[in-house]
């Protein structure tokens, strides 16, 4: 009788165990409840132009809330709001500031003041989303009419010159389909959709839009372990320009990145019960050669970009 409760036990114990080192990862949201997330991060830029070395630096902190208004049994319907988004940059000693907390202007002659003026707009409007329960953004629901509204006066924009196409041009990859949606994703998109146990890995192609350039990611992931409701997760992404990627035009010139090349280590913190990222700490690095051409003239810029990031719940 003794032997039989011992192997009993032992059973109970081992089927705890495997309880819980498996996890179904997906999204899993409560309805009508607001996710709020802050993400900050600080990225140094260092190019050589005509044998000058150059350095930017910059910094972003953004917050977003998450809010799921229904859902079918293929994908989640949200309301995805940017409630603050702040960029610092500081380009060989000269400053630039931009936050949506001010309402900025379009007509100014100052390009901190237009894009300020953007990311306000961008702020005052919700996104109605559809998700799968990996995280994917599939639609932006209303995309076309979130960019009449933000692009509507932008043709009074009184900046001259290669200066006003490029701010312009800024601001028409801000509000794209797809730089929306990679805005959206990077709080998202990272989990399996199904079940999964420690040691398990799983990966995520991300087709994504920075600063004009197209980009593919490749992001294997990890699960380390489960303690409690947290799922601890390594993960690292190869990144590379877009096969076939068009050339980034501003103010006549056309710039090529197809050498571009990074890898990206991060360390994330997931709530299982609702598939959302409680903390997400990222080192990226990536280096190539830009290839710049204007008329009558074209040039090569070695580049190289290292960056850290951290995404936190603020629940």
Partial sequence: MKKIFLSSFAFLYCISIIAQNSVNLKMNLEKNKVYRFTATSEQTIIQTVNGNQQTIESQTNNTVSIKMVDATADFIIAEV?????ISNTNSMGKAVNMSSLTEGNIKSTETAEVISSIMNRLTKNALYIKMNFSGKVLEI???????????KDTSSIALTGP????????????VSDKALKTMIEMYTNYLPGKQVSTGDNWSVTVNTNSGGMSLDILTNYHLEGINGNAANITAESNIKAQENAGPMEAGGAKINYDDLKGLSKSNL??????????????????AGTLGLTVPGMSMQIP????????????Q
């Fill in 141 to 151: 629901v209303n995309a076309k009419m979130l960019s009449d509204v933000i692009m």
């Fill in 81 to 85: 709001r940017f409630d603050t988004l």
């Fill in 269 to 286: 913190v997931l709530d299982i019960r609702t598939g959302l990222v409680i903390e997400n700490k990222a080192k990226t690095h990536i």
């Fill in 303 to 314: 580049m190289d970009i290292s960056g850290e990031s951290k995404v936190i719940s603020l």
């Fill in 163 to 174: 200066l006003a196409s490029g701010v312009k041009t800024q601001i028409i990859n801000m």
